[in-house]
T-cell receptor
Framework: QKEVEQDPGPLSVPEGAIVSLNCTYS??????FMWYRQYSRKGPELLMY????GNKEDGRFTAQVDKSSKYISLFIRDSQPSDSATYLC???????????FGKGTKLTVNP | DTGVSQNPRHKITKRGQNVTFRCDPI?????LYWYRQTLGQGPEFLTY????????KSRLLSDRFSAERPKGSFSTLEIQRTEQGDSAMYLC??????????FGPGTRLTVL
């Protein structure tokens, strides 16, 4: 079993839909959780960063962490074609420690 | 504030050749990380530096791989005697203290 599991999709939704992306993890030592967006042949771009259970909102994006269930989510409201990308969850044991990534979920938002 | 930069962006080489990649982190970021990403996978950790000290190396980093960060600024990753299995995107990231990591655009390596 990999430390971080993420459904690779692909996921295809119409413009304006609410998108839900999820990861589960097995190592309870993970304390910091991130979501990155990666466009084709580009480096990952940080979207959300949190270190506590609960919700964190930033514009159309909401990150949710449930440490008791070892489950994290990213919600995208009012999805746009420009949101079409691969979304990677990542986590670490410490704020400056190495990141462990999921496989990434490829999202397509259709106009 | 310029981001993390990596050079070259693309490298095509023949099997058995040596290649070297460079990463320039965000200024004042004292931690620098190298990751490798293959098609359809998330990035996998290779190694990281705090200033000029290399603090951790993954078991993925075989003895054909070496990384340096002289003077705690830019870093180089060298692969000797490249193999086709080394074909991947090599990503560099940097951070300052307990903060998350900011990635560069990556160097895409193709080994023929």
């Amino acid at each position: 079993q990999k430390e971080v599991e993420q459904d690779p999709g692909p996921l295809s939704v119409p413009e304006g839909a609410i998108v839900s992306l999820n990861c589960t993890y097995s190592n309870s030592a993970f304390q910091y959780f991130m979501w990155y967006r990666q466009y084709s042949r580009k480096g990952p771009e940080l979207l959300m960063y949190t270190y506590s259970s609960g919700n964190k909102e930033d514009g159309r994006f909401t990150a949710q962490v449930d440490k008791s269930s070892k489950y994290i989510s990213l919600f995208i409201r009012d999805s746009q074609p420009s949101d079409s990308a691969t979304y990677l969850c990542a986590m670490s044991m410490g704020g400056s420690e190495k990141l462990v990534f999921g496989k990434g979920t490829k999202l397509t938002v259709n106009p | 504030d310029t981001g993390v930069s990596q050079n070259p962006r693309h490298k095509i080489t023949k099997r058995g050749q040596n290649v070297t990649f460079r990463c320039d982190p965000i200024s004042e970021h004292n931690r620098l990380y190298w990751y490798r990403q293959t098609l359809g996978q998330g990035p996998e950790f290779l190694t990281y530096f705090q200033n000029e000290a290399q603090l951790e190396k993954s078991r993925l980093l075989s003895d054909r791989f070496s990384a340096e960060r002289p003077k705690g600024s830019f870093s180089t990753l060298e692969i000797q005697r490249t193999e086709q299995g080394d074909s991947a995107m090599y990503l560099c990231a940097s951070t300052r203290g307990p903060d998350t990591q900011y990635f560069g655009p990556g160097t895409r390596l193709t080994v023929l």
